[in-house]
């Protein structure tokens, strides 16, 4: 049995009731009318164009807080790095609602509304001059005191246009990827074309960051470059643009998708298990099925302690391996925070690092040629990656599936581990880059920092692909989108990270520059001390990828001995006893 595969334990009521798919109008889905690719690519669709329109805004961010709303440099970043966190933390928020409430579908309709709100009053704000700051060049008048930073009115017409969107595009994101996969059944009785194998499903989920790889290639070339030539405001403008684009892609397919009904609060089936886990924490697990037919006789098997009836219903096998799982996949999640701090650098002080740099192709100096948006070099991985994406799942996956017989070619905790060793380097390249930078400040072209974005693309396209198909995987039927979620959440916390070390390593490192700051406490990043901070971030990656390989095989050990140890899946009587084995193992967790 592949542990890290598994979809839980089968056939309790709660699990049969969320299997059940419906239509557009609550009927049950037809096997052949409904789901598969052909509603997939609905999905796809939004995922491409609210990933163009939120790239475009998040990964030029920094340059529209800097040079318009003039905050500092080191402020500049935090403001981007807290505003992409807070874009993935809410993404539990549309998980929740999904599965409880809402279904992913109106999740995504609602929102997606909510995120395009919030593009139009940026493009709004950007166009009117009276809504901004005076004009005034940052760099020019560092020496003069600074410009007039944003405040009142003008930075809470800021924030809230900014926060718009982080709160539709963090509810979308969940979403968007449990919805496309629900297209595709887990169980076995589709029609064969579409049904529940899993390299079907895992190839998806290689099709979905396809579909992302265009859209930021899309947001990092073309739209960036409109919002240089144009201005910010077109450039939100269209950004407004796409997102609309989206939607009407998802309402496209409406009348082809497989719904999944929401379920009512998710939490109360776990909140079900740790209390049981509490009252039952002294209670011998019976040695058999007539000692547990014998405790319910008496009265005492609802769930409670000491004789009394527990106003708790009690708990289902397939509840209690949910809280389990819950449980063990934590570290693996924790472990991918560092990655995303990473990924913080490359769409904050990267963008920096370009902006200081020969940005004409050809080379040389003078305002002639064509000039480069720094922004832009982050679309060098995605370029290559649409190339490498299909050559993975065309190539490496069959020549790893007859290596080692996986279906997937390597397990999701594998490919996990191939991007976390890999993305080191991507810093490592950076501090080098940075420090030759500072030697020859002006002169060096912009396609030196290409490899630092190169290297984290395809660390990326192992990572984020392998954890979100891990999580989904791990998923019972009805918590699907807040297991994805609880990906994203990885994304936030390393944004917050980011913002976090910024003002660590300025206040440790404060007098170690000249001028008496920090290492990143200036606006010139040729008197700071990027390159020692690119150097701290690679070391931290590699202490944490020996850490990933530990948890890993813990979660590996523990999943196999849950497996063997809980028995899930009998019927009848031996359905109690399993409850009470399960949450006996709940217990022995903590």
């Known amino acids: 049995m592949d542990v890290e595969s598994r979809q839980g334990p089968k056939g309790g009521d709660t699990m ?30 939004i995922q491409a164009f609210e990933m163009m329109a939120i790239a475009a805004v998040g990964n030029n961010l920094i340059t529209y807080v800097f040079n318009e709303m003039h905050y500092p440099l080191s402020k500049s970043a935090n403001i981007v790095t807290n505003f992409i966190g807070t874009v993935f933390l809410l993404s539990l928020l549309g998980g929740f609602l999904s599965d409880s409430y809402l279904g992913s579908f109106w999740t995504m309709l609602i929102f997606g509304f909510v995120e395009l709100s919030g593009f139009i009053l940026l493009a709004v704000q950007a166009h009117l001059p009276q809504l901004r700051p005076p004009a005034c060049d940052m760099m020019a008048a560092a020496a003069e005191g600074g410009c007039e930073e944003a405040s009142g009115v003008k930075a809470g017409i800021f924030f809230a246009a900014l926060y718009l969107v982080a709160l539709g595009s963090g509810c979308l994101k969940p979403n968007i990827i449990a919805h496309g996969a629900d297209q595709f059944q887990r169980g076995g009785d589709g029609d064969g074309d579409d049904g529940g194998d899993g390299k079907r499903l895992s190839s998806y989920f290689n099709a979905a960051y396809f579909s992302f790889c265009v859209g930021e290639l899309v947001a990092l070339t073309v739209l960036v470059w409109v919002q240089t030539r144009s201005g910010m405001d077109v450039g939100f403008g269209v950004s407004a643009a796409a997102m609309a684009v989206g939607l009407v892609s998802l309402v496209a397919g409406v009348f082809f998708y497989r719904n999944k009904p929401p379920q009512g609060s998710i939490f109360m089936p776990i909140a079900k298990v740790f209390v049981a886990a509490v009252t039952k924490r002294k209670q011998v697990c019976p040695s058999s099925s007539s000692t547990t037919a014998a405790s319910h006789a008496d009265g005492h098997g609802g769930g409670g302690d000491g004789g009394k009836e527990s106003v708790w219903p009690p708990c289902t096998p397939a509840e ?3 809280v389990k799982v819950l449980l ?63 050559a993975y799942e065309a190539c490496f996956v069959p020549a790893m599936r007859r290596a080692t017989g996986v279906d997937t070619g390597i397990t999701p905790l594998q490919r996990i581990g191939v991007g976390l060793f890999a993305v080191t380097f991507s810093m490592v390249a950076a501090a080098l880059v940075e420090a030759h930078r500072r030697r020859h400040a002006g002169l060096l072209s912009i396609f030196w920092i290409a490899p630092q974005f190169l290297v984290f693309g395809v660390s990326e396209m192992f990572t984020a692909v392998g954890l979100i198909e891990f999580f989904y995987k791990q998923s019972l039927s009805g918590m699907q989108a807040f297991l994805t979620s609880m990906t994203y959440c990885s994304y936030s916390f390393g944004f917050y990270l980011s913002s976090l070390l910024v003002s660590l390593v300025n206040k440790v490192t404060s007098g170690d520059v000249a001028g008496g700051g920090g290492w990143l406490s200036d606006n010139d990043l040729n008197k700071d001390r990027l390159d020692l901070f690119y150097w701290l971030l690679a070391g931290l990656s590699l202490l944490n990828f020996f850490n990933y390989l530990f948890w890993s095989r813990w979660y590996s050990k523990s999943v196999e001995t849950t497996v063997q140890v809980a028995g899930v899946g009998g019927e009848g009587g031996g359905g109690e006893q399993q409850e009470e084995k399960g949450v006996d193992e709940v217990n022995m967790s903590h």
């Not at 052949?32 to 796809?44: Q, S, T």
Request: a positive charge.
């Open 320 to 322: 209690v391996e949910q």
């Open 328 to 390: 063990c996949v934590v570290p693996i999640l924790a472990c991918t925070i560092v990655f995303n701090t990473i990924l913080a650098q490359l769409q904050t002080f990267s963008v920096q690092q370009g902006s200081a740099m020969d940005t004409r192709i050809g080379g040389g100096g003078g305002a002639a040629g064509f000039h480069i948006p720094p922004a832009s070099l982050q679309a060098i991985p995605y370029l290559v990656l649409i190339a490498l994406v299909p």
């Open 16 to 45: 049969a009731a969320s299997e059940v798919s419906v239509d557009w109008r609550g009927r049950p889905c037809g096997s052949r009318k409904h789901g598969g690719m052909k509603a997939a690519v609905f999905v796809l669709g």
